[in-house]
């Protein structure tokens, strides 16, 4: 169960594991995730994105607690993984950007302190430093 408190205080997002069905193709069952949006300190429910198709490993607010980093992880039988960030906007519970691109999964986050840029770490230590701008993302 994995959980971030906003800079700010106001905001906690946890992460639910929901369970589908199994898919008629595999024998697998098919995990999805759900990031919730808690205002504090009433912890009333707020909004929630869906992370479809994958798992989310890691999770970090901007400085300013407007957006949130999320990393996702694909799995499905006989299939290669794939990884990617999501970047969403906390107050439309939009999907804002999505980085993709990586061969390995993204194990951690974190946003400047300007909130201009995003850090990613690969499983294998890579350590990636995107620019937010590229991305239009303000």
């Known amino acids: 169960h994995k959980f971030r408190v906003s800079p700010d205080g106001g905001k906690l997002v946890t992460v639910k594991r929901l369970q589908l069905p199994?898919?008629?193709?595999?024998?697998?069952?098919?995990?999805?995730?759900?990031?919730?949006i808690h205002r504090l300190p009433s912890k009333e429910k707020v909004g929630e994105v869906n992370v479809k198709g994958g798992f989310t490993r890691a999770l970090a607010f901007s400085s300013d607690s407007r957006?949130?980093?999320?990393?996702?992880?694909?799995?499905?039988?006989?299939?290669?993984?794939?990884?990617?960030?999501?970047?969403?906007?906390?107050?439309?519970c939009g999907e804002v950007a999505h980085i993709d691109g990586y061969d390995k999964s993204v194990s951690q986050i974190a946003f400047s302190a300007?909130?201009?840029?995003?850090?990613?770490?690969?499983?294998?230590?890579?350590?990636?430093?995107?620019?937010?701008?590229?991305f239009h993302v303000e």
């Open 67 to 92: 957006l949130l980093a999320t990393t996702i992880t694909t799995w499905k039988p006989d299939e290669p993984s794939e990884y990617w960030i999501s970047l969403w906007d906390l107050e439309t």
């Open 22 to 36: 199994p898919d008629p193709d595999s024998q697998a069952k098919r995990p999805q995730f759900r990031v919730e």
């Open 114 to 134: 300007d909130g201009k840029r995003l850090a990613s770490t690969l499983s294998d230590t890579t350590t990636l430093v995107w620019d937010l701008g590229q």
